[in-house]
Every structure is written in C-alpha cells, then in structure tokens.
Nanobody, 124 residues
Framework: QVQLVESGGGLVQSGGSLRLSCAASGRTFGSYSMGWFRQAPGKEREFLAAISRSTSITYHADSVKGRFTISRDNAKNTVYLQMNSLKVEDTAVYYC?????????????????WGQGTQVTVSS
C-alpha cells in the first residue's frame, strides 16, 4: 500500500511558477514509476508527466513540454512537478500517481495509486 499526499498548489498569476510536491509513504517508493495528471472542471483527467523508477527517463505531455518538469528524490520518497510560465488554462486539480508499470505506460493507464489532489488556480 502506498499513500500519496500532494502539496504546493495555490493561486498564482499568469506567467508565474509553482512547484508541486508529492510525498509517498512506505519503503517501496523506488519501485514505482511516478506521474502527474490534472483535471479541470468538466474535462477528463489529463496526463502531464511521468518519471521512471531510476529518475533517468522522463516523459512530458506536449501541452506542458518546456514549461513543466517532473523530478523525484527517492531518498525523500518525493516526486515534484516544477511549473513555470503558468497560463490560465493550467487551472485544475493536480494529482500525483504511482504505477508498477513503466513511466511511458502511465500515459494510458496502469495506475496503482492516486493522491487526493491539490488545486492550482492561475489568474489573468
């Protein structure tokens, strides 16, 4: 069992930055691929980024490539999402996810655990 707790969301102006953190419980954090998703009101949950167990491989959705960066610190059982150049359309609830599948496969499913989500609101 893995519990994921996100933090770092909030209100930011367009063009600003935020860093989301996701702290994982348990001793098996390093055995999971980790990812970030988001869901805006009235929309489906959207894949944003994923990172492999070893931190050497990352994937980012085209919608955030060049603006968002996923990273992880296995010693701290934490995964991060650095978000720069935020836009109003980035407003959503952001979710952390853990999967036993590969980071690439997290784009299409195979999620074992979800966090509770953290709200990010970008104002114009």
């Amino acid at each position: 069992q893995v519990q994921l707790v996100e933090s770092g969301g909030g209100l930011v102006q367009s063009g600003g930055s935020l860093r989301l953190s996701c702290a994982a419980s348990g001793r098996t954090f390093g055995s999971y691929s980790m990812g970030w998703f988001r869901q805006a009101p009235g929309k489906e949950r959207e894949f944003l980024a994923a990172i492999s167990r070893s931190t050497s491989i990352t994937y980012h959705a085209d919608s955030v490539k060049g603006r968002f960066t996923i990273s992880r610190d296995n010693a701290k059982n934490t995964v991060y999402l650095q978000m720069n150049s935020l836009k109003v359309e980035d407003t959503a609830v952001y979710y952390c996810a853990a999967a036993q599948t590969t980071a690439l496969n997290m784009k299409s499913g195979g999620i074992n655990y979800w966090g509770q989500g953290t709200q990010v609101t970008v104002s114009s």
